[in-house]
């Protein structure tokens, strides 16, 4: 009665298909037409950029794994991401080293000496991006027109005449130069990855039918934006063209997507999300409207992060007040 | 009791070809391990003798209390006795029947009298009957309906687990003799409150409200959405959405209809016997004390298995032993060669475990809080409301066995740590 002839196991014996890298590849899945997008304004420079910015997290993370002594994390993709995420919100005439540099911090500083994969506090491309912006701002913000239809040369500097982008116009107020149609059409100047709006919403809806990213930060975020941007225009292209200059210029709706919705520095419960995605949309629009920079999504991202764990036990809290009164009483 | 509640995900369906099948009634193996358990809990001594002829439905042990008795479950000599270890019941004094080769099943029907509450709450209780949905006694569960305002049974029918099929089968194969032992329950519980519920795609269902369409009135069965845990799909029946629900096995209502129309003990049950071993799966009719190898053999196997489990995939215990007995409240047996078992990542935070339990915690928070020691800020969040349904480790994407961590916050060891915490200084 008592020898044993099959193995024992913990219920369930059976699992979902979804891993963390499925997801990680679903993300890059979805960054992969924004690379291509802007490959076909500026020829193959951006893609080398954003290949440096993955390759260097992924080296700095094998080495962080190998310093740590554990076993390597690089197959799960999260450090892939982040990597492509920098490499995409760096300007096409970014040198390479600036991608490089910021996976580099976001791997060794902020992301491996917390633990690693699914352990950070703060989103590692965001702290990677603030530090490489903070350091060099020189390199940031100065983009090429891409209407010029010739590709960047390939050199690590590139002397080409940079154009104002919808952000520095909004910075420094007055008119808007580019219609709601360039816009959406991704026809100005910007980072890499953040200017192709169409691909950007269409990698949303991908990501969101795949269930890899959460409508309950995005929205509130894209909403909150939305309502600033319509009581505070700093357009004159009144309240509706502040909206969707707003929206369109900068990072602000790459953030949403991509950055706000790492699910390691992102609040589980759904409530928590949403004041999440409120908390991150009020910070970037206040690090727009009073910061140093033009674009400050990547710092207002920081910033919510330290409130992530408490925005998302608030958030139960807050529909559980009754069942936990119940339950002290009892 | 519970709330119908609408949540729950939706788990592919790995019941065919078992549930095309009819139900068999297995032959009798050497031996039977019969546990020494009343249908009340209450543990039994042994009244028949070594070596003595017993008869099948006979009473072979008795706990000393009106109703605690323990029922042969074919005819054959009792060997003696002996101390099993079963995963659902410990360690467990066991009857050793050896059967005898008997004539096939012939019950005789007493005249159904109008019996009361009570009489069929006691008759549950008299004649051992366990619901397989909980493993709770039948007449306990029917009382505690008895004194909730407003109860609605539901024959629980909806096999909401990946592998199981046999409380469909029982419905397909006696469906109106179900519907009669529900009638009773109704009765027991003062209500007139019952539903059968099933999973069924439209034609299946349409099929099933035409083969009883004499017998058992169609607005009696409800559909369940098809999801693990089941919640009811109840159309305009929305009324029922504020009254208690008690969810009965099918098997067990059965049961109920069995001691009443035929004073029959319950001594057997129907078991789904698949898995990616198992050569022809099929539900089976087996009585209790069956060893677990004498299934598997009886449906073949194509290889040998590594993991044989009892219940289902998603709440099931894996066995070591093939000699474990089946008892009341084994609905399955699973023989698996491989298991997916992905290997286990840091918490990447998805949030899919909270979104998917149904009872409406947050499972990594609390595996948070217990790997950190928190033992006395568990408290707050609830881990005694959480039924155990492995929803939460089968979403993980991580591959972590949140569902074990949860249900040791809820358990003893958790209750201890948190009593240890309160008012720690350290």
């Known amino acids: ?72 994390t690089v197959p799960d993709g999260s450090a892939a991401v982040t990597g492509a995420i920098i490499g995409l919100l760096v300007s096409p005439i970014s040198p390479y080293w600036v991608p490089a540099a910021g996976a580099a911090f976001a791997i060794l500083v902020v992301k491996m000496p917390m633990g690693g994969s699914g352990r950070n506090v703060f989103n590692p491309a965001a702290a990677g991006l603030s530090a490489v912006t903070l350091c060099f701002p020189g390199f940031f913000f100065r983009y090429p027109d891409p209407g010029t239809g010739l590709p960047l040369p390939l050199s690590n500097t590139v002397n080409v005449a940079v154009v104002p982008s919808p952000a520095s ?65 700093r357009v004159t292209a009144g309240a509706a063209g502040s909206v969707m200059v707003e929206l369109c210029s900068g990072y602000l709706l790459f953030c ?75 | 009791m519970s709330k119908l509640t609408k949540t729950g995900i939706k788990i592919p369906s790995l019941k065919q070809p078992a549930d095309q099948r009819p139900v068999v009634d297995i032959p009798l193996p050497s031996r039977l391990f019969v546990p020494l358990i009343a249908g009340d809990g209450g543990a039994c001594q042994l009244i028949a003798n070594e070596n003595e002829t017993v008869q099948k439905c006979a ?69 051992g009957i366990i619901d397989e949905l909980d493993g709770q006694p039948l007449a306990k569960k029917l009382s505690a309906c008895r004194k909730s305002k407003n109860p609605v049974l539901i024959a629980d029918g909806s096999d909401s687990e990946p592998y199981s099929s046999s409380s469909w089968a029982v419905i397909n194969q006696w469906g109106g003799l179900v519907y009669k032992g529900l009638k009773l329950a109704a009765i027991a519980a003062g209500t007139k409150n019952y539903k059968i519920g099933v999973t069924l795609d439209k034609n299946r269902f349409a099929g099933l409200l035409e083969k009883y369409r004499q017998a058992i009135n169609p607005s009696v069965f409800i559909k369940a959405d098809g999801k693990y845990p089941a919640s009811y799909d109840l159309g305009n029946l929305k009324h029922l959405k504020k009254a208690d629900i008690c969810r009965l096995g099918v098997q067990a209502c059965l049961a109920l209809y069995e001691a009443v129309a035929f004073n029959r003990p319950q001594i ?35 290889d040998p298995p590594e993991y044989v489990i009892i219940g289902d995939a998603m709440t099931g215990l ?93 358990d003893s060891l958790g209750n201890i740590f948190m009593k240890w915490g309160v008012g720690d200084e350290l």
Request: charged share 15%; proline share 7%.
């Open chain 2, 268 to 302: 057997d049950c129907v078991v789904t016997v698949t898995g990616d071993c198992v050569s022809n799966p099929r539900n089976v009719r087996a009585p209790f004390g069956t060893p677990v190898e004498h299934l598997l053999n009886f449906c073949g196997l194509s």
């Open chain 1, 1 to 72: 009665m008592s020898y044993k002839k099959y193995k024992f196991a913990r219920a369930p014996h059976l699992r979902h298909s979804d891993k963390p890298s499925t997801m990680c590849a679903d993300v890059l899945v979805a960054l992969t037409p924004l690379c291509i997008f802007s490959a076909v304004y500026y020829g193959l420079r951006p893609v080398l950029l954003v290949l440096t910015g993955l390759g260097s997290a992924v080296l700095c993370e094998t080495i962080g794994c190998l310093i740590m002594r554990r076993k390597p």
């Open chain 1, 256 to 330: 949403g997507i991509f950055i706000l919705n790492d699910p390691v520095t992102a609040p589980r419960h759904w409530l928590g999300r949403i004041g999440y995605g409120v908390l991150a949309g009020v910070l970037v629009m206040l690090t727009r409207y009073f910061g140093r920079f033009e674009e400050g999504a990547c710092f207002a991202v920081l910033l919510a992060n330290a409130f992530a764990t408490t925005l998302d036990r608030l958030g139960w809290y807050a529909l559980n007040l009754r069942r936990i009164r119940r339950r002290r009483q009892s």
């Open chain 1, 169 to 233: 116009q909004l910075a420094s107020g007055g008119q808007t130069l580019y219609s709601p149609i360039t816009l959406l059409l991704g026809g100005f100047p910007g980072p890499i990855g953040a200017t192709a709006i169409i691909i950007l919403i269409a990698c949303a809806l991908y990501l969101l039918i795949r269930r890899t990213i959460s409508p309950h930060i995005t929205l509130p975020y894209l909403a909150v934006c939305a309502a600033l941007a319509y009581l505070f225009p």
């Open chain 2, 59 to 127: 009473v072979i042990a008795t706990s000393g209390t009106a109703n605690g008795f323990v029922y042969s479950p074919a005819s054959g000599v009792l060997e003696g006795r002996q101390t099993v270890f079963h995963p659902l019941l410990g360690n467990v004094p066991c009857a050793i029947i050896k059967c005898a080769k008997t004539k096939a099943d012939t019950r005789k029907k007493v005249p159904l009298a109008s019996l009361s509450s009570e009489e069929i709450i006691n008759l549950a209780f008299k004649k």
């Open chain 2, 318 to 410: 894996a066995i070591q032993s093939p000699d474990i007995p089946i008892v009341p409240g084994i609905t399955c047996l699973i023989a698996m060669k491989n298991r997916v078992q992905p290997p286990a990542h840091p918490c990447i935070g998805c949030g899919r475990c909270a979104a998917a339990c149904h009872a409406k915690l947050l499972p990594y928070e609390i595996m948070r809080r217990l790997d950190n020691m928190q033992y006395e800020r568990l408290d707050y969040l609830l881990p005694e409301e959480c039924d155990g349904c492995g929803v939460c480790s089968y979403v993980c994407p991580s591959g972590l066995d949140v569902a074990d961590k949860v249900l040791e916050a809820r």
